[in-house]
Structure formats: structure tokens, C-alpha cells
């Protein structure tokens, strides 16, 4: 799963890797540790739109569902109801620099940035949803897929990694979920590194982080 990431993107790779989005939006985005329901800029095919993380379908009467679908599984996109509708048209990509993860059996915190120290690009669905009063409220959720063998070691899910590239074939409209389904897929071990996100001196640095987890 995902359910906490980091949000402190170098704002040039962001150009290069975006050349036709005006990304100016992120540079006021310098969060480490990015939780459901806050709101963040995210990257659909022709623009930069604000969206809450956790997405609300069209056709909820209220907001509960947004802690409910912060992750959508992609083995079961076209079966969900709430995503059936969304994987053709409605994909995004979520910037980020890495995301954490908890160990299923030590319950520690793991930092899993790309090799490189690149940009790491989430997958996405979003959607509108109009509240009580009848405003609009932008969500989306980060579809996950089975952990790399790597991965494996700390989670048995994590979310899906764009390679670079195929940023445009995700995004474009004009393809149906059938031509980038292909995409849906755990990224290649060399790809990623795997850190704690705790140690015996700095623990209590990441130990905000691991409360707030917990709430």
C-alpha cells in the first residue's frame, strides 16, 4: 500500500520531465510527510489541478469515502466500481521523492526513494466530487500492484512506479486503459533503495512520523 509520502521535488527535473505543464504549483510543495486527505498539485494530461488525496466517487453522498480509497488495487481496477469508470479518461500522476513504508512484521518505518535520487512518479485515478454546498472537490488515489522482489522484504504491496518515459502514454486520453495497462506493474528492484526511516540516535526525529500513522 501506500499510505504516507514525501513531497520535496526538485523543481527542474519536474520541468524536464514536464515540458507542456506549468508546474509552478510545486515549488510551494516541500512536505515530507504527506498524509490522506491533505491536498496537493497533481498532474493530469493537459494540466496541474489541486486535488485531496483520497478519492470521494461522483456519486457519494458524503465525504467517508476519502480515508477508504487513499489506494486502488490495479489487479482489480475494471472490477471496483468506484474505479471502473475512472481508468480510461480520469488517470493522473502524483509526484513525489519517495514514500514511506511500514515493516507487516517489525511495524518500523522504511523511507523507498528511486535509485538515483530522481523524481518518482505515482499512478493514478482521479475525479470530481461536489459537496454538501455544492462546491467542487478534486480527489485522487494511487493505485498499487504486488511488491518487487526487494520491496518484498518490508510490504507485500506498494504503489505503481511510472518508469521514465511513459509519462505521456499514462496520461493521453486517447488511450483507452486497455493501452497502458501494460504500465500497472511493480517497478524493476534496481530501480529503487529501501532505508530505514528510523536509527538509535536520530529515532526520535522519525517518531512524530510513526504517530502519526497511527491516527
Same mark, same amino acid.
Given at each position: 500500500?501506500?499510505?504516507?509520502?514525501?513531497?520535496?521535488?526538485?523543481?527542474?527535473?519536474?520541468?524536464?520531465?514536464?515540458?507542456?505543464?506549468?508546474?509552478?504549483?510545486?515549488?510551494?510543495?516541500?512536505?515530507?510527510?504527506?498524509?490522506?486527505?491533505?491536498?496537493?498539485?497533481?498532474?493530469?494530461?493537459?494540466?496541474?489541478?489541486?486535488?485531496?488525496?483520497?478519492?470521494?466517487?461522483?456519486?457519494?453522498?458524503?465525504?467517508?469515502?476519502?480515508?477508504? @480509497?487513499? /489506494?486502488?488495487? &490495479?489487479?482489480?481496477? $475494471?472490477?471496483?466500481?468506484?474505479?471502473?469508470?475512472? *481508468? %480510461? #479518461?480520469?488517470?493522473?500522476?502524483?509526484?513525489?521523492?519517495?514514500?514511506?513504508?511500514?515493516?507487516?512484521?517489525?511495524?518500523?518505518?522504511?523511507?523507498?526513494?528511486?535509485?538515483?535520487?530522481? @523524481?518518482? /512518479?505515482?499512478? &493514478?485515478?482521479?475525479? $470530481?466530487?461536489?459537496?454538501?454546498?455544492?462546491?467542487? *472537490? %478534486? #480527489?485522487?488515489?494511487?493505485?498499487?500492484?504486488?511488491?518487487?522482489?526487494?520491496?518484498?522484504?518490508?510490504?507485500?504491496?506498494?504503489?505503481?512506479?511510472?518508469?521514465?518515459?511513459?509519462?505521456?502514454?499514462?496520461?493521453?486520453?486517447?488511450?483507452?486503459?486497455?493501452?497502458?495497462?501494460?504500465?500497472?506493474?511493480?517497478?524493476?528492484?534496481?530501480?529503487?533503495?529501501?532505508?530505514?526511516?528510523?536509527?538509535?540516535?536520530?529515532?526520535?526525529?522519525?517518531?512524530?512520523?510513526?504517530?502519526?500513522?497511527?491516527?
Amino acid at each position: 500500500m501506500c499510505g504516507r509520502f514525501s513531497v520535496n521535488i526538485d523543481d527542474l527535473e519536474l520541468m524536464n520531465r514536464f515540458p507542456n505543464h506549468d508546474v509552478a504549483p510545486f515549488q510551494a510543495m516541500k512536505i515530507t510527510n504527506f498524509s490522506p486527505t491533505m491536498e496537493m498539485p497533481v498532474i493530469i494530461e493537459s494540466q496541474v489541478v489541486n486535488m485531496k488525496w483520497g478519492l470521494i466517487p461522483s456519486w457519494s453522498q458524503n465525504k467517508s469515502f476519502a480515508n477508504k @480509497l487513499i /489506494n486502488a488495487r &490495479g489487479e482489480t481496477l $475494471l472490477e471496483k466500481y468506484s474505479f471502473q469508470n475512472l *481508468v %480510461n #479518461t480520469q488517470r493522473c500522476i502524483v509526484p513525489s521523492n519517495g514514500f514511506y513504508e511500514w515493516d507487516t512484521v517489525s511495524k518500523l518505518p522504511y523511507f523507498v526513494q528511486p535509485t538515483d535520487g530522481s @523524481l518518482m /512518479n505515482f499512478c &493514478g485515478l482521479h475525479t $470530481l466530487w461536489m459537496d454538501e454546498n455544492r462546491q467542487p *472537490v %478534486n #480527489t485522487f488515489t494511487i493505485i498499487t500492484t504486488k511488491s518487487n522482489k526487494i520491496m518484498s522484504k518490508i510490504h507485500n504491496r506498494m504503489p505503481v512506479i511510472l518508469e521514465q518515459g511513459s509519462e505521456t502514454k499514462w496520461l493521453s486520453r486517447s488511450n483507452n486503459f486497455a493501452d497502458v495497462q501494460n504500465l500497472v506493474k511493480p517497478i524493476g528492484d534496481s530501480s529503487i533503495s529501501i532505508t530505514p526511516a528510523f536509527s538509535p540516535g536520530p529515532w526520535i526525529t522519525f517518531f512524530p512520523l510513526v504517530l502519526s500513522f497511527f491516527k
